[in-house]
């Protein structure tokens, strides 16, 4: 299966809790990635910055605080609007967004119906292939036969 559902939406790039400019961006998720969600940031330049992270980040984070170190995720209310913040930090600097809760959560559960919670890896196939790795091969009866003859002698020899 090769499942992408992408939602282009306008984020904003909070600079202080008076002013925040527009960012152009696009949620990815894939079936050959279930885990993960990707985001690509529009900013005006020839490379668009993009950012991976867990796709239960951003479902946990729709509903209550979560996430810590480079990607946290957080629920809250601007001007009477309800809104998804995501705060990231990378070596090049930090970025507070704030995105739609409505068009954030409506993208998720798309996602959440076309790959449900727990499916992940039936999707990458690891327990198929894992099965493949660790099936028995006529070469392994020889490695498991008893190296070293008994030490118990036949007729007291």
């Known amino acids: 299966m090769h499942t992408v559902m992408e939602r282009e939406l306008e ?19 894939r079936a050959d990635d279930p885990f993960a969600i990707h985001i690509t940031f529009h ?20 509903f ?13 209310k601007v001007a009477g609007r309800s809104v998804v913040l995501m705060a990231l930090r990378s070596p090049e600097g930090d970025a507070l967004l704030e ?18 919670p727990g499916s992940e890896a039936e999707q990458l196939g690891i327990d198929d292939g894992l099965a493949e790795l660790l099936a028995p091969t006529p070469a392994d009866d ?16």
């Open 99 to 116: 995105a739609p809760a409505a068009q954030v959560s409506a993208w998720l559960e798309l996602t959440l119906r076309a790959i449900p």
């Open 43 to 62: 900013i005006g330049s020839d490379h668009p910055v993009e950012w991976t992270f867990a796709r239960e980040l951003l479902v946990e984070g729709v």
């Open 142 to 157: 020889l490695w498991l036969r008893d190296p070293w003859p008994s030490d118990e002698s036949k007729d007291g020899e």
């Open 64 to 76: 209550r605080p979560c996430g810590h170190g480079d990607v946290r995720v957080w629920p809250t």
């Open 11 to 29: 984020l904003k790039l909070v600079l202080s809790p008076e002013r925040s400019i527009p960012v152009p961006a696009r949620l990815s998720y």
